[in-house]
C-alpha cells in the first residue's frame, strides 16, 4: 500500500507529529494497532542503523495516571474552607528523622535531580532561581556542583550517584540535603549517560572524563551493595556532614513497597519514588518505555511500606514523574506523599518545546511539542545543550521568573482544590478525597471507583 | 566524652584556634566513632592523633580537612579515612569495604589488608595497602594514586577515569574493564584484562614515574619488573559492532 507523501518525506524515526492524517474513511486506509506508524517508523529506523533509539523524556505510552482520579469536594458530610479567605497552608519539613538541619520548604513542590551536563549552566541557574524565589529545593545530577547552581539555589540538594563524577566533600558539605541515587523512574535499574556531543571541555574537566566520548555511567555505587551496605554508607555521610544535612534514598519506582521499606532501614530521612513517567535527559527508547512502574501505582506502595513501619509524616516521601498540574500535586499528597518534584515540567516552564522555536523544531525533524531529542544537545530553546550560541537563548532570569511563575500556579492550585475539601494544610488530603474513574487507576490508586465502595484488590 | 590521654600536652579544645600539641588519643573502647569524627573536624594543621582499640568499626577518621596525622592502632571497617582531604591516616591492621573511597589528596596507609573497592572513585592523593586489596580496587578511580604490596582482587580499575594503581603481586580477573585514562602497573600475573584495556609499552617515562609511586610507598620492588595495562581507546564512543565486547 502506498504511504502517504509527507510519510515519505519524513526522516525514518519520526512519525511525522505534524503529517496530516490519511483520510481512512475515505480511501479505507487501516491503520494496524499492533504496527501503528510509529512502530513501523521505529522498526524502518533500527533496520537502518543498527543501533537502538535513544531519546530523552519520559515514557510516552498512556499509563494508568492522576487524571484517572478525582477528588471528592466537600458539600454537606464534609465542610469546605472558605476559598480565598481560609488559610491552606503548604510548606513541609523535609529530613527531620536524624538530620540537625531539616530543609523547611514554602511549597511541597521541589525540582528534580538534572545535570549540568545534560542541561546548560544557564538552565541550572534558571532552576535555581525560580526555585528558590518560591522557598523550595533544586537538585543536581550526575556531574557534581556548579558555583552557578549553589549560588542561585537557597537550598540544594547534592546527588550522590553511582559514577561519583565531580564528587567533592566540599561540595557534599555546602549541601541542604544529599541525596542517593539507586535509580530514576526513567529506566530503574539503569545507569546514567551523556553522549559525546555534550561532552565539553568544562563538562569532561568537571567528571574527569576525555572531551567528546560517550559517557555512559555505571548502575551501581562502587562501594556498597543492598541495604546493609547502604546503612553503613549513609552513617559515614553522616559523619562527614556532623548529622547536619538530610539524607534523601531515591529510587526508580519497580518494587517500590520493598526499596521504600529497605530505605527507612538503612537510615534515610526522606524517600524519593520516581515513576516511569520522569523524565531522563538520554536513555534508550526500549527501556523508557518497558521498564518500571506508573508513578499512580507505586505511591500506595511506598505509603503502606512507611505506614506499617510507623515513619509515615516521619519519614517523608517525595513522588515525581509525570506532575503537571496542581491537581496532581494534590493527588500525590491525597495518597500520602509529603512533596512532589518536577523535572520535565520545570524544563517546559523554562521554555522546552516552546512553538517560538517552531523552524528549529522542523529543521531537526521534530515539531514543537514532541522534542525529546536532549541527548542530542541541539536543543533550540538551549536548555538541554552545551552549544554556547544555543545556550544563550535561554535568558536564566527570565527563566527563573517563568518556573516561579508555574511553582506558584501550582501550589495555589493544589491550595484550591484542599480548601474544597475542607484542608487546612496540604498535608491534611487523604485517600479518603479520592476516587478513581478506572478500575485500573482504582486498583493501583486504592482509592474506590467513583459512585462505588469497590476498590478491586483491597479487602 | 572522648577519652583523651595526653602524653605531651593540653587537650586540644573544640574548634579552630586550638594551638597543635602533641599527640592525643581517643579511645574507641569508651568513645564512639561520632566524637572521634567530631574532635577530628575541628581539629588544626599540626595535630597527631591516636585512635586505639577501633575494634572494627565503620566510618573512622572519615572527611578530614585538615593537616594532620591519624594513627589507628588496630582494624578498621568500612569506609575508614572516607573522603580525606589532608594530612595523613595510618592504620595498623586491616581495613574493611570502602577504604579511603573518594579521597581527595594527602595520604592513607594501611599495613594489612583491605576489603572491596579500596580507594573507590579517589580523586587524588595516595593510597598505600601493604597487604593485598580485594575485588574492584580502585574502581571509578579520578586521579588518585594506589600502590598495593600485595595481590588484587578482580574487576579492578573498573571504569578507572585516571590516576595510577601499582600492584606488587597479582591481579584478579577483569583487571581495568572499560577503562578510561587512568594508568595500571601490575609485577605479577593478570588473571584477565577487561573490556577495551590491553597491555601497553614500558617507556622511560612509565619507569620513572612507578619508581617516584614506589618510593611513595616506601617500597623497595623494581620498576623493570612491572607492566604496564591502559586503555585501547576502543569504546569511547558508543558503536553497534561493539556490543559483543561488553
Known sequence: MTLPPVQQDAPAHIPAPHAPAPNTAESGLRESATFDRATIADIQRAAATGVYDIRGWGAKRKVPHFDDLLFLGASMSR?????????????????????????????????????FGALSANAKEALGRGASEVGTSTTTGDGGMTPEERGQSRHLVYQYLPSRYGMNPDDLRKADAIEIVLGQGAKPGGGGML???????????????????DQRSASRH??????????????????????????????????????????????????????????????????IENVGIPTLAAIPQAVQ?????????????????????????????????????????????????????????SALGSAAGFYDDFQDGRDPAGITTQDPDLALR??????????????????????TIARACGKSHLHNLEPEDLVALTIEASAMARVPLAGTSWIPGAG | MVTLTLPDAAAPTEGAGAEAAGTSTIDLGTAPVRELNQALHDAVDGQSWTVTSPGGRHSLAVGITADIDVAIEGHAGYYAAGMHQKGSVTITGNAGVGLAENIMSGTVHVTGDASQSAA????????????????????????????????????????????RLVVCGDAGDALGDSIYEARIYVRGSVASLGADCIEKPMTPEHLDELAGLLAAAGRTDSPADFKRYGSARKLYHFNVHNSTSY
Not at chain 1, 519539613?93 to 538541619?101: E, F, I, K, P
Request: glycine content about 14%; charged content about 20%.
Open chain 1, 79 to 115: 465542610y469546605p474552607l472558605e476559598g480565598y479567605r481560609e488559610k491552606c497552608d503548604t510548606d513541609v519539613v523535609l529530613g527531620d528523622r536524624h538530620a540537625s538541619r531539616p530543609l523547611h520548604l514554602q511549597t511541597p513542590v521541589t525540582i528534580a535531580g538534572m545535570s
Open chain 1, 222 to 287: 562502587p562501594d556498597w551493595t543492598g541495604p546493609d551496605d547502604l546503612e553503613i554508607k549513609i552513617g559515614e555521610l553522616r559523619e562527614i556532614t556532623d548529622w547536619r544535612t538530610p539524607v534523601y534514598v531515591k529510587i526508580g519506582a519497580s518494587r517500590p513497597y520493598y526499596d521504600t521499606a529497605l530505605a527507612v532501614k538503612s537510615g534515610a530521612d526522606v524517600v524519593v519514588v520516581d515513576g516511569m513517567q520522569g523524565g531522563t535527559a538520554a536513555t534508550q527508547q526500549v527501556f
Open chain 1, 394 to 415: 535561554l535568558d536564566p532570569v527570565a527563566g527563573g521568573r517563568r518556573l516561579a511563575n508555574y511553582l506558584r500556579v501550582l501550589t495555589m492550585e493544589a491550595q
Open chain 1, 305 to 361: 511500606a512507611l505506614q506499617e513501619l510507623g515513619v509515615h509524616r516521619k519519614v517523608q516521601l517525595i513522588v515525581s514523574g509525570g506532575i503537571r498540574t496542581g491537581a496532581d500535586v494534590a493527588k500525590a499528597l491525597a495518597l500520602g506523599a509529603d512533596a512532589v518534584a518536577i523535572g520535565t515540567a520545570a524544563l517546559i516552564a523554562l521554555g522546552d518545546n516552546d512553538p517560538r522555536y517552531a523552524a528549529d523544531y
Open chain 2, 120 to 163: 573507590a572513585t579517589g580523586h587524588g592523593g595516595l593510597v598505600v595497602i601493604d597487604g593485598n586489596a580485594g575485588a574492584r580496587c580502585g574502581i571509578s578511580m579520578k586521579g588518585v594514586d594506589i600502590v598495593v604490596g600485595g595481590s588484587i582482587g578482580h574487576m579492578s580499575a573498573f571504569m578507572a577515569q585516571a590516576g
Open chain 1, 195 to 213: 553522549l559525546g556531543q555534550k561532552i565539553t571541555e568544562r563538562v569532561a574537566g568537571m567528571r574527569t572524563l576525555p572531551v567528546g566520548i
